[in-house]
């Protein structure tokens, strides 16, 4: 039996990592060994990935799977090895899915033979079209803009926050960018239309095609691409008395997060993880300094941990975003090493 490559692409925030973990629960029903890759620019999807699913977890982190050739081998290696029949693979936020694709085809190929490989999938973010579309097609960030050109197929996700009447004028926006692409609807969260996907992405298979984006989009991306930064770090901590780090974690993330708005920064992804002796749990920003928790535990107290956090962010450089996080931690009043990662 061939082995089957389900690989995610789309942009940070629309709704990959919770994707894959649904899928990873649906496939874990059926009888094939199943294994996933996550791809992203710091290890805190990789800690929740590994934490939450029930099968091999690998990872790269910091750079495109496309530039980071050597671990792409080593980790589709060491999934082989274990006789993994399907593999999730999650692509970067900033990924080039064309690339990747061609990427993760030539290394199946020499490494082990048969395998499928669905047809290019781009997930976006439903509610961010809704929300920011006023008319023009280039008003969608370029690094979406040139995912999404090169769809086969597009999943409009989180239809839970979308109104039902707004899916003509999301289809209306994906087609001025994509005419050829098949788009699904789902709501990663709620777990609507996921399985069918799942069907469509088992069943269909990619094939190569000469890229599809247009010199301009191309040209938007590079600027775009050129003005991001982003950095992943290790903190570990003490805090003075055991508090309830959420918290904690709410206070460092918006703190930091405002810091860097401060400076003229725009975030495109703040993500955490903590693991503490007892516990761990994931929390994100939103670009309007909101934070999300999982598992949402208000009582959970502890004393000490190690933090992974990692930060995309428009229009700052690397020193401000680490002088923002040390800022604020010492607001916590804890005792702390930072390390890059
Ligand atoms: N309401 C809603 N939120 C979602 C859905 N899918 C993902 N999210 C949230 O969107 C944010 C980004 O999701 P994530 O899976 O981390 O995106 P990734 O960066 O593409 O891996 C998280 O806060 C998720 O909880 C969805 O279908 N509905
Ligand atoms: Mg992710």
């Not at 060994?33 to 690998?58: Q, S, T, Y």
């Not at 671990?71 to 589709?76: E, F, G, H």
């Not at 949402?296 to 995309?312: P, W, Y």
Request: aromatic share 6%; hydrophobic share 40%; charged share 25%.
């Amino acid at each position: 039996m061939p082995v089957r490559l389900i690989v995610l692409g789309g942009h940070f925030a629309s709704g990959k990592t919770t994707l894959l973990l649904r899928f990873l629960a649906l496939l874990k029903k059926g009888e094939g060994r199943v294994g996933a890759l996550v791809n992203d620019v710091g290890p805190v999807d990789f800690k929740l990935v590994a934490a939450m699913a029930d099968c091999p977890v690998e990872e790269i982190s910091r750079l495109c799977m496309c530039i980071k050739e050597k671990d792409l081998k080593a980790a589709l290696k060491r999934l082989l090895d274990l006789n993994d029949e399907i593999i999730l693979v999650e692509e970067i936020g900033f990924g080039n899915p064309h690339k990747c694709w061609n990427t993760l085809s030539n290394h199946m190929s020499v490494l082990n033979g048969p395998f499928e490989l669905n047809p290019i999938t781009v997930l976006v973010d439903g509610e961010f079209l809704t929300k920011s579309y006023q008319g023009f097609v280039s008003t969608l960030p370029p690094l979406m803009e040139q995912q999404l050109s090169e769809a086969d197929i597009i999943v409009v996700n989180k239809t839970d926050l979308i109104p039902v009447d707004s899916k003509e004028t999301i289809e209306g926006i994906l087609r001025g960018v994509n005419a050829r692409a098949r788009i699904f609807f789902i709501s990663a969260a709620s777990g609507e239309g996921v399985d069918g996907l799942l069907s469509e992405l088992m069943t269909t298979r990619w094939t190569p095609r000469p890229p599809q984006t247009v010199p301009e989009v191309t040209q938007r991306r590079t600027e775009e691409f050129s003005n991001m930064h982003w950095s992943a770090y290790k903190v570990e901590f003490e805090l003075p008395d055991e508090s309830a780090f959420q918290d904690t974690m709410r206070k460092i993330l918006t703190l930091s997060g405002d810091e860097m708005l401060k400076s003229g920064g725009q975030i495109v992804r703040v993500k955490a993880y903590l693991e503490a002796p007892s516990n761990r749990i994931y929390a994100s920003l939103t670009p309007d300094l909101n934070v999300e928790f999982y598992p949402n535990s208000e009582a959970l107290k502890i004393r000490s941990g190690v933090l992974t956090l990692s930060f995309v962010v428009k229009g700052i450089k690397g020193e401000e975003v680490s002088s923002a996080l040390k800022k604020a931690l010492s607001e916590t009043g804890g005792k702390f090493t930072v390390k890059r990662v």
